[in-house]
């Protein structure tokens, strides 16, 4: 509630603004009448947002139901936090909003489709992508000497360990997790291979392999997964459908947690693969390919 109120009362492009909140935990203390009676007809309210799975709004209904005759519009708190953020607000969550918007047994066409389009625009990608192998062999070689490839271990759909494998681009290959005495460094030739992401490249044979897709969740490691699974509810939700080679939170999570484990961060994250793995569809997945390319060809990455 707070966030809303902070990221609309403060942005001009939002065509509504909130004049009060309501702390639903003190809503036997509420006096309806003067706290939102009085001010929806002396403010000129039109728009009341409200968290319509909580039932601890339950006693005010009836009251909000007389308002429809005010021409009083309601819109449900979850929808507008998705269309103003991009992702599901994690506190507002209970098991029956996952039974209600987590479903795949409608979208067997869709999966069909876009297994279909994996294969094939793996297969062309990856064989494209054979042109720069002998340039990152050489790099990797010249800078340090050390193995070109790392494979590492990451849970997939439904729990299943995959490996996937990368263009090395850090001094040690320690699966992420920095061990005591080795130093974990980037090298030279490793920031550029992460910079524009070529480093990532082998990974498009796993896709053709049908262990990755080229758009959903990206890959972690299991040991975070275990640790994730235990600090942050329904963690284990984004196992349902593959993981990515690009996603929805890798666009728009600007803080994502790096090498060290970060359930604060990783929630955040959370919520953007919550908002992705409700709303998969061709079109979501082409926004996001397409958003993935813009930001590779402007050398941001994602």
């Known amino acids: 509630m707070r966030d809303l109120k902070q990221e609309v ?8 603004e909130f004049v009060s909140s309501i702390d639903l935990d003190k809503i036997d203390s509420l006096d309806f009448q003067s706290e939102i009676l009085d001010r929806v007809y002396t403010e000129g309210i039109s728009i009341i947002v409200i968290d319509l799975l909580n039932k601890k709004v339950e006693p005010i209904l009836p009251h909000l139901y007389n308002l429809i005759f005010s ?20 506190s507002l969550l209970k098991y029956n909003w996952f039974l209600e918007n987590i479903s ?7 999966d069909a489709f876009k297994r279909g389009m994996d294969i094939f625009l793996s297969l062309i990608l990856g064989t494209a992508s054979l042109i720069f192998y002998p340039f990152v062999i050489l790099s990797i070689k010249l800078d340090d000497g050390g193995p070109i490839f790392i494979t590492q271990e990451r849970v997939g759909q439904n729990n299943k360990i995959i490996k996937i494998m990368k263009f090395r681009s850090m001094s040690v290959n320690d699966d992420g997790i920095a061990e005591k005495g080795k130093e974990q460094k980037i090298t030279r030739a490793g920031r550029f291979l992460r910079k524009t992401r070529i480093d990532e490249l082998p990974q498009l044979w796993s896709i053709l392999k049908g262990d990755m897709s080229l758009v959903g969740p990206r890959p972690e490691m299991p040991s975070l997964v275990r640790l994730y699974e235990k600090e942050i509810p329904y963690y284990n939700i984004r196992h349902l459908i593959k993981p ?4 929805w939170a890798q666009l728009y999570h600007r803080t994502p947690p790096k090498f060290d484990a970060s359930s604060n961060e990783t929630k955040i994250k959370l919520s953007y693969d919550l908002y992705y793995i409700k709303n998969h569809s061709f079109l979501l997945d082409l926004k996001i390919a397409l958003k993935t390319l813009k930001a590779l060809l402007s050398r941001s990455g994602v």
């Open 9 to 16: 009362n403060n942005n001009s492009r939002y065509s509504l």
């Open 71 to 90: 021409k009083i519009k309601f819109v449900d708190m979850h929808k507008i936090y998705e269309d103003i953020f991009d992702r599901v607000p994690l």
């Open 244 to 247: 990515g080679l690009s996603g």
């Open 104 to 110: 795949f047994a409608q979208k067997i066409g869709y």
